[in-house]
């Protein structure tokens, strides 16, 4: 069995699906997570592949960017998909988040970076809220049309984990209304009721991220 270590800050974010994956498959992993309060980011910053996190570790190797490693566990433990077609799929739904997070981080950036409140607004207005209509259409577009429930074929993809988790997220920063997002709550519930998943997220430290 290979030795995994999963390197992120304290958060759900771009690492959650991962840590997700790993609960799924009943795979043990060191789950680190560093802060840049303390300066143990710093420490590590310059050993990483791409300055960035999370960073993967299999028996040494690093594997930087969230999508890859979610991508490689996700072939590992069982959850890309069931043929090529559906692999391609989850692959174009992670890839369609990930154009909605480009957007959603200006809106970030700016009320981090001291922006006046009309940029702000207007960032908002022009931006992330299209951005983040568009995103919602095309989850409920999906869903419309499954059978199983789940956004891929039959089964849990980690198309779905991405998916819930960003759903999650929104809903804690007040950008999600749950009664307004029948259908993509129903999915978080469906896929929070797995008992492994289950079981982590009643345990895993409750960030806002």
């Known amino acids: 069995m290979p030795s995994y270590k999963l390197t992120y800050f304290d958060a759900r974010g771009f690492a959650e699906p991962a840590r997700m994956l790993f609960h ?6 060191e789950d680190v997570r560093v802060s840049r309060e303390d300066g143990s980011w710093e420490k590590v910053q310059d050993s990483t592949p791409f300055g960035k996190l999370p960073v993967l570790s299999v028996d ?9 490693i979610i991508r ?8 890309a998909g069931k ?24 809106l970030i950036l700016a009320q981090r970076s001291g922006k006046s409140a009309e940029e ?22 999906i869903l419309d049309k499954s059978k199983s429930g789940f956004l891929v074929g039959d089964g849990l993809t980690f198309a779905d984990l991405v998916a819930v988790e960003n759903v999650t997220t929104l809903e804690k920063n007040g950008f999600l209304v749950a009664s307004e997002q029948p259908k ?3 999915l978080r519930e469906k896929v929070y009721g797995i008992p492994a998943i289950k079981k982590w997220i009643d345990t895993r430290p409750d960030t806002p991220f």
């Open 24 to 29: 799924l498959a009943g795979v043990s992993f």
């Open 60 to 68: 040494g190797f690093d594997i930087p960017q969230s999508a890859a």
């Open 72 to 79: 490689y566990l996700a072939n590992k433990f069982g959850y």
């Open 83 to 106: 043929s090529p077609e559906e692999k391609a799929w989850a692959d174009a739904i992670v890839d369609q988040f990930k154009d909605f997070v480009g957007a959603f981080s200006e």
């Open 120 to 141: 702000i607004a207007r960032i908002s207005t022009e931006i992330t809220t299209p951005a983040k209509e568009a995103w919602f259409k095309i989850l409920n577009g």
């Open 184 to 186: 993509l709550i129903a």
